[in-house]
Structure formats: structure tokens, C-alpha cells
């Protein structure tokens, strides 16, 4: 099965959080007593629930949302009912982000309320097949509940921060210059501190992941893994014509919620260009073909993928030729 390796590897992930936050918290409870954790899992708690409940109207504003009836769109609404049918989920709600960026993405808190979002720009560049694949990507991280997990698991790395901020401020002011108080509390807060750059690594992890897990679902929708390749290659180019500084500060803060990373698209069109053998703008089965066979990532690509919320793109279209 395409998703069982990348299940293990999600699991693996999940497991490791939990042992950090495990660990963080049982350092505090040898210090403060065993009260404290259950102050902070109540804090953990109160952040997941207010990201859920205000998240999608956040989503919605930043990346000018418009939902879209049928009747203006009957073909984007035909793809998304048809794949919702195959992936055996409800159909999400339909809209059009407008936004410069090339893009697709879904979110919501749940399989019922999920919506599903193209860019204006996405729609005009992509063929139908494409595009279709592109909507299989999506549709499958709500068949995964990849918005809820994501959400879930970002909640460690704040608690770790939490934990940092209010230990390194209680042991500097509150502990004062005294031994007894202020050093532990300092040394707790540096704990803190390395768990939280550990778990934000393990969460950057998670997304990528899920990134391969959402290929893999739309292939499974589509059959079609070149027009996936084709359709991040295109969203690529189509970033990578886009002033930088611009796209920095407007999306920034958004950048899981690409398909592809804007922020690193001129880099990653240098190394895709590779795949596109007759210079045509696409990706075919035949060249996807032979870049999975012949592309590599080097050493420093895969260093700085670490600190990425999507996968290096080389490593991806890879990933996809191997489903062929």
C-alpha cells in the first residue's frame, strides 16, 4: 500500500511529541510538584480550542476567500463532487482565493466543515487534468484530518515556548540572585527552550508528511502522478516570477497553506527545470519517468528542508514517479 510507510513515519513523529512534552513536563513536576502539568495540559487545551474556533475566519481573511456556487463555477464544483465521492468524504465547501499566488488549499475543523479553495491564477494556468489532481491533494488531507492533527500537534511546541517564557522571567525576576530560586527555574526555562526548537523540528516533520501522504491520496484519486508533477511545477514558475519581499510580507505567516513554498520558488524552479525535457512548461509521464530515475537532492537541500513545511520539490517529484 502507497500510505503504510508514510503512516509509520507519521506515527513515529507523533510518538517523539509526546515524549518531549512528556519529558518537559516531568522536570516540572519533580521541581514544582505534580500539580503543575495538569495547568499546563488545561493551557494546551484552551489553545487548540481557540485555533479551531477562529482559525478558518482567519484563513478566510488572509487569503481573500470567496465561496462559489455551482452555477459560477459548474466545473471546479463537478471535480470536487467527484473526488469527495471517491475519497469517501463529504463535499467540502467550494471557494476562490484571491490571491497573486498560484495555489490550492483546504482547511476547516472537521470532514464536515472542510473547505476547499483554488486561486484564481491556478485555475487560468493549469489544465483540467491538473487541476484534478491538484483538488485530489487537497480533498485527501481532509480525508486524513491533516488540518485537525497539524493543529494539534503545533499546540507542543507553544507549550514549550509557554514554559520557556514564564520559567526564564520567574527564575530572572521572581528567583531573583538566589540559588535556591532563580537557577532552577533558569534551568528549566533553557530545557524548555531546546524542547521547543526539538518539537518545532518534529512538527516541521509532520507537515512534510503529510505533504507525501496527499500526493500519495491524489494519485489513488486520479492515477494520474504526472499531472500532480505538472501542476507543482507550473505553481512553481507561476511563484517564482513574483517579487519576494512582497510575497514575504502579505503571506508569509500563511506559507503551510501553499501547495508549493512560495518563499523558496526561484530556488526550487532551477532544480525542476530538469524534468521538463522538451522545455514545453509541463511535466509528461515519460519525463516525470526519467527524472525519478536520475534526479538527486544534495546534501545542503536536505539540511535546509528540516526547517520547511513542505517537502524539497526534487525529493517530491521523485516521490511521485515512483507511484508510475
Request: charged share 20%; hydrophobic share 45%; proline share 4%.
Amino acid at each position: 500500500m502507497r500510505t503504510a510507510g508514510l503512516s509509520l513515519r507519521m506515527g513515529f513523529a507523533v510518538l517523539l511529541l509526546f515524549a518531549v512534552i512528556y519529558a518537559l513536563l516531568a522536570v516540572i513536576a519533580t521541581y514544582m510538584g505534580a500539580g503543575t502539568p495538569i495547568t499546563y495540559a488545561v493551557i494546551a487545551f484552551a489553545l487548540v480550542a481557540v485555533q479551531f474556533f477562529i482559525g478558518p475566519k482567519i484563513v478566510e481573511r488572509s487569503m481573500r476567500v470567496r465561496y462559489v456556487s455551482e452555477q459560477e463555477q459548474p466545473e471546479l464544483h463537478r471535480m470536487v463532487t467527484e473526488l469527495a465521492m471517491k475519497a469517501g468524504i463529504p463535499k467540502p465547501r467550494v471557494g476562490i482565493s484571491e490571491v497573486p499566488i498560484p495555489n490550492a488549499f483546504a482547511f476547516g475543523t472537521s470532514k464536515k466543515t472542510a473547505r476547499v479553495c483554488v486561486t484564481r491564477s491556478l485555475m487560468n494556468m493549469l489544465t483540467r487534468d491538473e487541476l484534478e489532481a491538484v483538488l485530489g491533494h487537497e480533498l485527501s488531507h481532509i480525508k486524513h484530518s491533516d488540518m485537525v492533527v497539524i493543529t494539534a500537534l503545533s499546540v507542543i511546541p507553544m507549550i514549550c515556548y509557554f514554559i520557556y517564557f514564564s520559567f526564564f522571567w520567574s527564575g530572572l525576576f521572581g528567583g531573583g540572585r538566589n540559588r535556591e530560586g532563580g537557577l532552577p527555574m533558569m534551568a528549566i526555562a533553557v530545557i524548555a527552550f531546546v524542547m521547543y526548537f526539538i518539537s518545532n523540528l518534529i512538527v516541521l516533520y509532520a507537515s512534510r508528511v503529510r505533504e507525501y501522504y496527499a500526493d500519495a491520496g491524489s494519485v489513488e484519486l486520479t492515477n494520474k502522478p504526472h499531472e500532480l508533477a505538472s501542476a507543482l511545477y507550473k505553481m512553481i514558475y507561476g511563484s517564482a516570477g513574483l517579487k519576494q519581499e512582497k510575497v514575504k510580507k502579505e503571506f508569509g505567516s500563511m506559507r503551510a497553506f501553499f501547495a508549493a513554498d512560495p518563499m523558496t520558488a526561484r530556488n526550487d524552479l532551477k532544480d525542476l527545470r530538469a524534468a521538463d525535457l522538451d522545455r514545453n512548461g509541463k511535466i509528461d509521464e515519460y519525463e516525470l519517468r526519467v527524472f525519478a530515475e536520475n534526479a538527486s537532492v544534495s546534501r545542503t537541500d536536505r539540511a535546509m528542508e528540516l526547517f520547511s513545511t513542505h517537502p524539497n520539490p526534487v525529493s517530491r517529484v521523485k516521490k511521485l514517479g515512483s507511484y508510475l
